[in-house]
Nanobody, 121 residues
Framework: QVQLVESGGGLVQPGGSLRLSCAAS????????IGWLRQAPGKEREGVSC????????YYADSVKGRFTISRDNAKMTVYLQMNSLKPEDTAVYYC??????????????WGQGTQVTVSS
């Protein structure tokens, strides 16, 4: 069955870095765009980044542009989110999700369980 498992979250000081991983199984990763989303307490879930499978094009929310980098390794069945210059407002549960198709912008059909990122001194 389709599974997405996030890892790499944790507690980091402001200005620090974390790299999240999304391990995929049960489907061919190379056929799907994958997104990262986050949800902070009391807030709606928001899209953070997405990477297509067709040409590797990427999307970033304005709030993370220039600080986060998404990448994928289809051979390793993994999508990464490198997060630098972290701010307290980046604190949230981060989810990876599979999109219905090769390009970003489609609906999501499968989600991981999430990994907590806490940015605090």
């Amino acid at each position: 069955q389709v599974q997405l498992v996030e890892s790499g979250g944790g507690l980091v000081q402001p200005g620090g870095s974390l790299r999240l991983s999304c391990a995929a199984s049960g489907f061919t990763l190379g056929y799907y765009a994958i997104g990262w989303l986050r949800q902070a307490p009391g807030k709606e879930r928001e899209g953070v980044s997405c990477i297509s499978s067709s040409d590797g094009s990427t999307y970033y929310a304005d709030s993370v542009k220039g600080r986060f980098t998404i990448s994928r390794d289809n051979a390793k069945m993994t999508v990464y989110l490198q997060m630098n210059s972290l701010k307290p407002e980046d604190t949230a549960v981060y989810y990876c999700a599979r999109q219905l198709g090769t390009h970003c912008g489609a609906e999501y059909d499968y989600w991981g369980q999430g990994t907590q990122v806490t940015v605090s001194s």
